[in-house]
């Protein structure tokens, strides 16, 4: 698979970004991440919030290389997968994040309190590493898109 064969099954589709759109793209993760450091809400909602952010950081990477995920179901799960492709990221953290996504479906839709302690630590873990490497990806690969601060 490619991000080509994604645009062929028309999962994605070739659009062009900006500069503007990248420093967008990195205020979603900054503000997602601020609400998830408030401990004074639930954990299910820092969870949630933590996903947003890893969501918006695979857009991000998604969006640098010229492509834009096409609105049908499963969009979100396309853009994990993505992150194979854009950032060259392992199967086993793809599998970790489409975990994180089911587990993030059941708090919001299934189950309150269903986030535990150690689930919680897991993803704001997985999110500073990802961000940590998306933005490295950035300054290597795309480094005309970037905002001055990253």
Known sequence: MSLERYVENAWLRREPTSAQEIADQLGIVNRSMSDAAVEAISDDLRFYTTFNAILALANTALRASGYRTTNQQGHHTRILE????????????????????????????????SISDQELKDILATEANLQQ??????????????????
């Open 82 to 113: 993505t992150l194979e492709y854009t950032i060259g990221a392992e199967s086993k953290l793809i599998r970790k994040l489409k975990a994180f996504s089911t587990k993030r479906n059941v708090a919001s839709y299934d189950s309150a309190g």
């Open 133 to 150: 490497v998306v933005e490295s990806w950035l300054r290597t690969e795309h480094p005309e898109l970037l905002p001055s601060a990253v």
